[in-house]
């Protein structure tokens, strides 16, 4: 994917399971699960043209996502994406 389709995280609540993930330093993609809170920390699945590998996750903490992770842009702004 290109890294142009991708934006810092600002806020918590873009972290919705589903969303596609990378990291600012590399070019991997994931894709986000759910929060664990025991772990307290994000599932992170291994994701590439398409596909969710489910066989290898991380778990990954939210100041960890917000200060080294991009989050792919959606379409809609947040407001409305809440809202929906």
Do not use: C, W
Request: glycine fraction near 8%.
């Amino acid at each position: 994917m290109k890294s142009n389709t991708f934006e810092n995280i600002f806020d918590a609540y873009q972290l919705v399971g589903g969303a596609k993930i990378k990291s600012k330093k590399h070019d991997e993609v994931y894709e986000l699960g759910a929060y664990d809170g025991n772990k307290r920390g994000y599932t992170l699945y291994a994701f590439e043209d398409g596909v969710r590998f489910e066989d290898f996750s991380v778990i990954i903490s939210e100041n960890e996502l917000m200060n080294n992770y991009l989050i792919e842009k959606t379409k809609m702004p947040l407001i409305q994406r809440l809202a929906a």
